[in-house]
């Protein structure tokens, strides 16, 4: 059998508000937090993709990779 996926695949780099409890702020700065971290992770997918990693499984993550852009732009529009 493979190995875990957590061997296979690197963690993106952290970004400032990554593992950073919230104090005091709005549910909507939360959330703004939040989508913005998403979409990093997702540009970071996209870089890890068009620089070949994964060959075996880039149609599928390239997939996912453009339905996650569609679902935060939905959740941004919404939030505004």
Known sequence: MG?????????PPSS???????SGGSGSEEL?????KLQEDRLW???E????????W???LAALE???GQLLDQAADRLD
């Open 45 to 47: 997918l996209l870089r």
């Open 49 to 56: 993709l068009d620089s070949g990693r994964w060959p075996e």
């Open 3 to 11: 190995e875990p996926f957590n061997a296979v695949m690197s963690q």
């Open 32 to 36: 703004q937090q939040l989508l913005e």
């Open 66 to 68: 453009r339905e996650l």
């Open 16 to 22: 400032p508000s990554s593992g950073q409890a919230s």
């Open 58 to 60: 880039r149609l599928d």
